[in-house]
């Protein structure tokens, strides 16, 4: 949809999971047309056949100037699966993870791409760095995610304050190094930043601003979801935080260049 296979491959794939995202998915795509520069590709990610975002993106294809690619999850219903199927479907270096429900900035997208640019492995949009900010949404999920970021900042010198932001601009190296094992939820991005950090890839940050949707349903389960966070939070303070367990096998990158030659985009 949208361009001709003669094109040269996009220098960046979207992957977008959704579920049910009728109402959002035009002004979502409006704002990839408006916000970013970059040559991209969307990959809208659903997981039945039903879902109503997708008669919407069918229609909206042809009107936009960048590829549209509707990827069916297969690899069992939920967004983290959802995420997994639409990485395995994208082919450019550098893939962005963002939702379907506008609460992205994604005029933060070209600032993301120049990180990338400078040699970032790992860009993390930062609701809770200077300049970031959160506007809505549940205040305990809030609360324990900004907790959660700062705090594994804190203890172990993961670059960045937000870890739990599954908007993420991430190098394919990273994807390809590391399998992803959780199987629910939201919690790829905590994982695959966890492992990223003590793989010894370039994380660096960016601010976001997040905003609650203001349309359609979350489909977030707090107290479901909530446990899954936990492995990976401990599994960084126990190889860096207490400075004691630095044993544990982690796979590493093959040529992976000093994290310190990130200069900090700010
Ligand atoms: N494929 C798929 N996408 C989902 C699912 N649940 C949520 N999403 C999408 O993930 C993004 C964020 O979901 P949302 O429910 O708003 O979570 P919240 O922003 O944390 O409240 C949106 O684009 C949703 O459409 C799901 O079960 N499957
Ligand atoms: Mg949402």
Redesign the pocket.
């Known amino acids: 949809m949208g361009t001709s296979s003669a094109d040269p491959p996009p220098v960046l794939d979207f992957v977008?999971?959704?579920?049910n995202?009728r109402e959002n998915i035009e002004a979502f795509l409006r704002q990839v047309k408006t916000q970013v520069e970059i040559p991209c590709r969307v990959l809208i990610?659903?997981?039945f056949p039903e879902d109503n975002t997708i008669p919407e993106v069918t229609r909206l294809a042809s009107l936009m100037p960048f590829e549209i690619k509707l990827v069916e999850?297969t690899l069992g219903?939920?967004?983290l699966n959802?995420i997994r199927a639409g990485i395995t479907a994208s082919t450019s270096e550098a893939v962005i993870v963002t939702?379907?429900?506008c609460?992205d900035d994604l005029g933060d997208v070209s600032r993301m791409y120049a990180c990338y640019a400078q040699g970032a492995d790992l860009v993390c949009a930062s609701r809770y760095m200077r300049g970031g900010g959160q506007i809505g949404?549940p205040l305990i999920k809030g609360l324990l995610s900004r907790v959660a970021g700062i705090s594994l900042r804190l203890l172990t010198g993961l670059p960045t304050m937000d870890a739990t932001n599954n908007f993420k601009l991430y190098r394919r190296q990273v994807l390809e190094t590391f399998p992803v094992e959780s199987q629910k939820g939201?919690v790829f991005a905590l994982e695959v930043t966890v492992k990223a950090f003590l793989g010894g890839f370039a994380i660096t940050e960016v601010p976001t601003i997040w905003r609650d949707?203001t349309a359609g349903k979350?489909?977030?389960r707090l107290l479901q979801w909530l446990p899954l966070y936990w492995r990976w939070y401990w599994l960084a303070v126990r190889a860096r935080g207490f400075g004691l367990y630095r044993s544990i096998p982690i796979p590493r990158k093959s040529e992976s260049p000093p994290r310190s030659k990130l200069q900090d985009p700010m």
């Open positions: 977008v999971p959704v579920y995202e990610v659903y997981d999850n219903r939920g967004p959802a939702m379907a429900d609460s949404g939201f949707r979350s489909n977030f």
